[in-house]
């Protein structure tokens, strides 16, 4: 658990060590523009392959690291809470674009 701790705060480390550089920095308007207009553009598709690939990923990593450990310590009920958890995520995804709301 140690371990998983210390990585956590290796990756979190970057937007810290981004937000101090950023407040000593002072950019001009033309360069701040440029940077958050990096992603302008880019194709819906793209964007969805992208979406699409991390997804993917995040249930390789649950499906061959934490369900069977969850199952393991929480037997069927963590199944179901897993499932209901999926549902109500995708049911957010699709209110959100849905016209509905």
Do not use: C, D
């Amino acid at each position: 658990m140690l371990n998983a701790i210390v990585w956590g705060f290796v990756a979190a480390s970057s937007l810290v060590i981004g937000g101090l550089i950023a407040s000593w920095m002072t950019i001009s308007q033309r360069t701040l523009g440029l940077i958050l207009a990096f992603g302008a553009g880019v194709p819906e598709t793209w964007i969805s392959f992208v979406q699409t690939f991390a997804a993917g990923a995040i249930l390789t990593m649950l499906a061959n690291s934490m369900i069977p450990e969850a199952y393991q310590y929480g037997g069927k009920l963590a199944g179901l809470l897993l499932v209901l958890g999926f549902a109500v995520a995708v049911s957010v995804v699709v209110l959100e674009h849905s016209s509905v709301v």
